[in-house]
Every structure is written in structure tokens, then in C-alpha cells.
């Protein structure tokens, strides 16, 4: 168990990471703009509840595997990079009349959440390179990312509260908005399937 001042200092940093926005920020922010603070919320509790597996693999040794093998990293992240594609294919080619059957689908906004953050392998390697420097026992390492899980439920929400402040204006074009977020999440897959080798953590 880390003692109290690595805690504070771990806290202190984690929630400095945290507040730069990443692309499991900006998914989650499109979502409570399109459909709603609720349908971003779930996507938070969808997103870092990959986090949390992924803090888990840490604990266990498991995110090694992804992080030492460039075949393995290089298939995540371009699985990850194509299901960003595809949402944004299917936004821009959603029909206006279908939104609220999407926008009430609770168990699908949460596993695309799940999928999202799953899919990027920068988290395993994120863990990796992050968690050791304040612990070094797997229950540590459990304690650590329980508690950065937590931190990023409550900073990704902050997010959607903010977000859902404004949609209300944003949705008056319903239309504007399809394109945007379609675009939105294409852009984020595009940006995933450039982005550089494992060898560079990303917390989200």
C-alpha cells in the first residue's frame, strides 16, 4: 500500500494528465453534445470501465504483453482506429427519425464506451510506464489505478456536464450536429491510425 504523501502525490499528478482533454475526452463530449448529458454519462462509466480492466492488467503484469509486442499494439490500435471510423460512418449516415431509438439504447452507449477505450492499446502502455514510478507490489498497482479510474469518472463527467451545458444550442440543427459528431469520431479514428508506435503513453 503506497504511503500518504505518494498518494497525494499521485493523485496531484494524475489529475494533471487528466484535465488535458485526450480522445476518450472528446468521445465522450460528442456524445453529451448529440445525444444528452445521460448518454454521456454512460459513455464515461463505458470508458473507464476499460480503464479499470486495463488498471487490473497492469496489477497482473498483463499490459507487458501489449506493450513489448509490436504486432499486438499495432492491431489494437488499428481495430481501435476502424470502430472510431465506422461510428463516424454510421452518424453521418444515421436518419434523423432513428436518433431517438439510438439516443435510448443505454446498454449499447456503455459498450461502445467499453470498445472505445479498449481499443486503445496507449492506455496499456499509459499504466505501464505510469503506475510503477508510485508503486511496486501488484497490490500497489491495484490501489493506484482503483483510485485513477476514479479520478477519470469524475474528471470525464466534469466534461459532460460542461458539454451538456451548451448542447442545448447545438441541437436546435439537428443536422449540423449529425455531420459534426460523424466527423468528429472519424477524425479521432484517422487521427488513432497516424498516431506514432507504442513507445509514446497516452492516458486516453
Do not use: W
Not at 140 to 157: E, N, P, Q
Amino acid at each position: 500500500m503506497p504511503d500518504p504523501s505518494t498518494l497525494l502525490l499521485f493523485v496531484g499528478t494524475s489529475l494533471a494528465l487528466l484535465a488535458v482533454p485526450g480522445p476518450a475526452v472528446i468521445y465522450v463530449v460528442t456524445r453529451s453534445v448529440d445525444q444528452g448529458r445521460r448518454a454521456g454519462m454512460i459513455s464515461v462509466l463505458g470508458v473507464e470501465t476499460a480503464t479499470f480492466a486495463y488498471a487490473l492488467a497492469a496489477a497482473v503484469g498483463l499490459t507487458g504483453l501489449i506493450a513489448a509486442s509490436e504486432l499486438g499494439f499495432t492491431i489494437v490500435k488499428y481495430a481501435g482506429a476502424a470502430y472510431l471510423v465506422y461510428l463516424g460512418v454510421r452518424k453521418l449516415l444515421e436518419r434523423e427519425e432513428a436518433h431517438g431509438a439510438v439516443a435510448d439504447a443505454r446498454s449499447r452507449l456503455y459498450l461502445k464506451g467499453v470498445l472505445v477505450q479498449a481499443l486503445n492499446p496507449k492506455i496499456a502502455v499509459f499504466f505501464l510506464a505510469f503506475l510503477p514510478q508510485f508503486a511496486g507490489s501488484a497490490s500497489g498497482l491495484l490501489v493506484l489505478g482503483t483510485i485513477f479510474t476514479l479520478l477519470a469518472v469524475l474528471s470525464d463527467g466534469a466534461y459532460v456536464l460542461l458539454a451538456g451545458g451548451v448542447a442545448g444550442r447545438l441541437r436546435a440543427n439537428r443536422r449540423v450536429l449529425v455531420k459534426l459528431s460523424g466527423g468528429i469520431y472519424i477524425g479521432l479514428g484517422i487521427t488513432a491510425a497516424l498516431s506514432g508506435g507504442h513507445a509514446r503513453p497516452s492516458q486516453s
